[in-house]
């Protein structure tokens, strides 16, 4: 059942990804992340209160996936904020491949024929989006955007294989961290910091930079980001889940924000990266296949 747990955070997240565009339109970005690991933080209380504290040997993990996930967001906000949300969601849907090559390195894990096919799938959708990229004005050597959200990528990809050894038993040589703990936990911490850098980066700079405005979307990153996240833990506390499939399911988001961008947001070139797109799904196809 992993897999499908995987499935479900996958549309979970496209949602997150949609409002996330959509709350960052002509707004300030430290502003609409420090309320996103706010709201964060109040959804998943409840569980900071019941799987309690656990000690610094249990902190001290979730600390550095804190500043792993935040380290990702804030790179990948603000080049969300100036890339069409046509383009962002297949690049970030070649994030598995990195996750595939550490957990292959890390963990040992081996893809079945099928699974490389997906895999496959998925590499060469980027060159063509990169392609595409181009009649946007986009060039992905040049633009500073695409590579701050290549580097947001990166760092995700470390988070994803990070996760894989905290959900691990002890005995299987992982953390054996409760995955609730966890994901709880790491929120809390997040806000803590994004309370530093909104406090000491932007706030004495607010009236010089883009003003902050108040919108409805914001609140439902959080919320839909807290489900998707939970589904993603769930299904790594299952031992026969490989993480590098699990990431390149999950994925699968791309198809939920490809929408909002061509339905709410009225992109162009929809034509051509569909054809990205179809890519991506043949590729997710050929992992379920794998992974039955």
């Not at 439902?220 to 031992?239: K, N, P, Q, R, V």
């Amino acid at each position: 059942m992993w897999w499908a747990l995987a499935f479900l955070s996958a549309v979970l997240l496209g949602f997150y990804d949609s409002f996330k565009k959509a709350s960052l339109k002509e707004n300030a970005v430290i502003p609409v992340l420090f309320l996103n690991t706010v709201f964060s933080t109040l959804i998943l209380l409840p569980l900071v209160i019941k799987t309690g504290w656990g000690g610094w040997e249990v902190q001290k993990y979730i600390l550095l996936k804190s500043c792993i996930v935040l380290s990702s967001w804030i790179t990948g906000y603000f080049a969300m904020k100036h890339l069409p949300l046509t383009i962002v969601g297949p690049i970030n849907a070649t994030r598995p491949v990195m996750v595939l090559l550490g957990a292959m390195l890390v963990f040992g894990e081996r893809l079945n024929l099928y699974q490389w096919i997906g895999v496959t799938l998925a590499v060469v959708s980027f060159f063509l989006l990169s392609r595409n990229g181009r009649k946007e004005g986009i060039d992905f050597r040049k633009d500073h955007w695409v590579a701050l959200l290549v580097l947001a990528a990166f760092l995700g990809a470390i988070s994803g294989l990070y996760d894989r050894y905290l959900m691990a038993p002890a005995e299987s040589g992982g953390a054996g961290l409760d995955r609730l703990q966890v994901l709880s936990w790491y929120n809390l911490y997040q806000a803590g910091m994004m309370t530093v850098v909104l406090l000491t980066l932007w706030y004495p700079r607010r009236q010089h930079t883009t003003p902050f405005r108040w919108s409805w979307t914001i609140p439902c990153i959080s919320l839909f980001l807290c489900g998707a996240d939970f589904l993603y833990m769930w299904a790594l506390t299952d031992e026969a889940a490989l993480i590098s499939v699990v990431s390149m399911i999950r994925r699968s988001s791309v198809v939920v924000s490809f929408l909002f961008g061509a339905l709410a947001f009225k992109e162009k070139n929809l034509k051509a990266k569909a054809g990205d797109l179809a890519l991506v799904l043949l590729g997710m196809v050929f992992l379920y296949l794998g992974s039955r």
